[in-house]
């Protein structure tokens, strides 16, 4: 298995509404990733945990929870979105951690609008 | 600062080579990445290229680097319908860092 799978594809929330976006993979990777990607935009990196650890939050706001249950399995919990939050997430894994130059893989998107 | 750069445009002939280019800002950067994203999809890895190679050959996919302009591109030989998708330059140190991505639009 060489995929990083995110769940679902697509989702449509309120913004009073309490959402997950899933992400898994099972390469072994011990690095996973949460980016935020606005139309024609490159992806910007919200999160990281390198074994299973946060490692980093590039000052997300607090509506936006990443969680990572095990070394697997990637969510990222959203409460009271608001609609400029609308976006395509992208998780990615590496093998190891940030710094270490190996390939990132990404999944394919969930692609959230909040109403 | 980091910043990688990309034409955001490029209009090329079906069958024709197109060529993509990329400047990059990190001198130690060891990897440097191209993806693809196709319409509403996620990134894929295309190629990558160590930063003590010139030029890596994959298929119809060349890449070429430049280490002292810090220039990278990416040519693709016989480009087809199925080749249009943004392609986003990448360097990778301490993060990922993508270029703004450059739209290849395929003429028939």
């Known amino acids: 298995d060489t995929e990083v799978t995110q769940t679902p594809k697509h989702l449509v929330m309120g913004m009073t509404n309490k959402k997950s976006l899933k992400c898994e993979q099972h390469m072994g990777h011990r690095a996973m990733y949460w980016y935020k990607q606005k139309a024609k935009k490159p992806p910007e990196l919200m999160f990281v945990y390198s074994y299973e650890k946060l490692s980093i939050n590039e000052s997300v706001p607090s509506r936006f929870s990443p969680e990572c249950p095990n070394s697997s399995l990637l969510n990222l919990h959203l409460h009271a979105l608001q609609p400029e939050d609308s976006a395509l997430y992208l998780c990615a894994s590496s093998q190891e951690g940030p710094g270490l130059n190996y390939g990132y893989t990404f999944g394919s998107g969930t692609r959230l609008t909040v109403v | 600062g980091e910043d990688v750069e990309q034409s955001l445009f490029l209009s090329v002939r079906e069958g024709d080579s197109s060529v993509i280019n990329c400047t990059y800002t990190?001198?130690?950067?060891?990897?440097l990445y191209w993806y693809k994203q196709e319409p509403g999809a996620g990134l894929q890895l295309l190629t990558y290229i160590f930063s003590n190679m010139d030029m890596k050959q994959d298929q119809r996919l060349t890449v070429l680097l430049n280490k002292k302009d810090k220039h990278l591109s990416l040519r693709i030989a016989d480009t087809q319908t199925g080749d249009s998708a943004i392609y986003f330059c990448?360097?990778?140190?301490?993060?990922?860092?993508f270029g703004k991505g450059t739209r290849l639009h395929i003429l028939p």
């Open positions: 990190d001198s130690s950067s060891t990897y």
């Open positions: 990448a360097e990778i140190g301490d993060k990922i860092i």
